[in-house]
């Protein structure tokens, strides 16, 4: 299966992945949560060409991750604020970035620190019912007869 193909499958990973997945597309996120909107910031931050990043915004934009907001008229130029659904892959760049910390790291290049109480904060998945942490051994998953 091709990767533009992957949005078709009823599957919700294989449809995330025909969104995010892309060698550069977590990249220009995690610019994004750091605060920075701008074209030339993620051209020249990321080092990409100038095909790619323009490629990478336009998926993002029609796929309603980011929004294209004008903020110059003369010459016009745009940058690209995150959405609610954008904001929604915050715990996905987190968990990358845990995993990375975890596997691909002797020393973490960045530290998350909780704005409400100053301490580090580490992600954790949990259960929606009795707030315990689980792990993956301790999940079912319920399939719906046509999922992939």
């Known amino acids: 299966m091709r990767h533009d193909e992957l949005g078709d499958v009823y599957c919700s990973v294989a ?3 025909s969104v995010i997945g892309e060698r550069w597309t977590m990249m220009i996120l995690r610019e994004c949560f750091r605060g920075e909107r701008r074209y030339d910031h993620f051209r020249t931050k990321l080092g990409l060409g100038a095909n790619v990043l323009n490629d990478r915004l ?5 796929e309603g991750v980011l929004e294209r ?6 010459p016009p130029r ?7 659904k954008g904001a929604d892959l915050y715990p996905v760049l987190v968990a990358l970035m845990a ?9 973490p290049p960045v530290r998350l620190v909780h704005r409400g109480c ?3 904060a580490e992600p954790r998945m949990t259960c929606a019912h009795c707030g315990e942490p689980v792990a993956w051994r301790e999940m079912a998953a319920e399939m719906e007869p046509t999922a992939w």
């Open 78 to 84: 745009h940058e690209y604020r995150l959405t609610a």
């Open 15 to 17: 449809r995330t992945w």
């Open 69 to 74: 907001v004008r903020y110059q008229d003369s």
């Open 118 to 120: 100053g301490h580090r």
């Open 58 to 62: 336009r998926v993002l934009t029609e």
């Open 99 to 107: 995993w990375g910390d975890r596997h691909e790291n002797d020393v």
